[in-house]
């Protein structure tokens, strides 16, 4: 659901975006998806993944080089909605190792922690995926701008609902106690 987000804005925003076959998982995906990439020659490989273990925190990770971390520092500088956001050298992944481009590898938050899944699912998502844009806008050099008021999507816990009256739905849902709205 982020990357759906991610991917729309992009596109709104004139950029041409390849996504991964979502079929494809496992070392299976890894590698179709790099080799797809680096095929197509794009300028930059983005990859989201939510992570486990007890931590609490949102890392950008990239190749060990003085371009891939300047990269990862747009991330860093516009991901403001999380208390801890870290920029990582990571060679050894193989997303970040195999890509021909650079490549900016976001760790989002622990889908094992539940406060901070529940915060992803009730407002994170909309706000990480906005701060991507932003700066995916500003390594590209394309002019950022927010999205205009149009379909607003409910965000729930493993629920979504599509509501084609902006205006009236954003009353609705401020009603509901819903502060979150993806746009």
Same mark, same amino acid.
């Given at each position: 659901?982020?990357?759906?987000?991610?991917?729309?804005?992009?596109?709104?925003?004139?950029?041409?975006?390849?996504?991964?076959?979502?079929?494809?998982?496992? =070392?299976?995906?890894? =590698?179709?998806?790099?080799?797809?990439?680096?095929?197509? *020659?794009?300028?930059?490989?983005?990859?989201?993944?939510?992570?486990?273990?007890?931590?609490?925190?949102?890392?950008?990770?990239?190749?060990?080089?003085?371009?891939?971390?300047?990269?990862?520092?747009?991330?860093?500088? !516009?991901?403001?909605?999380?208390?801890?956001?870290?920029?990582?050298?990571?060679?050894?992944?193989?997303?970040?190792?195999?890509?021909?481009?650079?490549?900016?590898?976001?760790?989002?938050?622990?889908?094992?922690?539940?406060?901070?899944?529940?915060?992803?699912?009730?407002?994170?998502?909309?706000?990480?995926?906005?701060?991507?844009?932003?700066?995916?806008?500003?390594?590209?050099?394309?002019?950022?701008?927010?999205?205009?008021?149009?379909?607003?999507?409910?965000?729930?816990?493993?629920? !979504?609902?599509? !509501?084609?009256?902006?205006?009236?739905?954003?009353? *609705?849902?401020?009603?509901?106690? !819903?502060?979150?709205?993806?746009?």
């Amino acid at each position: 659901a982020y990357m759906d987000i991610v991917e729309k804005r992009l596109i709104d925003l004139g950029f041409d975006v390849k996504r991964g076959d979502e079929r494809y998982t496992g =070392s299976k995906a890894l =590698s179709a998806r790099v080799t797809e990439a680096n095929r197509w *020659k794009a300028d930059l490989y983005y990859v989201a993944h939510t992570n486990a273990g007890g931590g609490r925190y949102s890392m950008t990770m990239c190749y060990d080089s003085e371009e891939s971390i300047a990269k990862a520092n747009v991330i860093h500088k !516009y991901r403001k909605c999380v208390l801890s956001h870290k920029v990582v050298t990571r060679p050894d992944l193989y997303e970040i190792n195999a890509t021909a481009m650079p490549c900016l590898y976001d760790e989002l938050f622990f889908h094992d922690n539940a406060e901070d899944c529940e915060w992803f699912h009730r407002e994170g998502m909309a706000k990480m995926a906005e701060e991507t844009v932003q700066a995916l806008c500003e390594l590209c050099g394309v002019k950022y701008t927010p999205e205009p008021a149009g379909k607003l999507y409910r965000v729930q816990v493993g629920a !979504y609902a599509v !509501y084609e009256n902006a205006v009236e739905m954003q009353k *609705k849902l401020k009603a509901d106690g !819903y502060d979150a709205i993806i746009v």
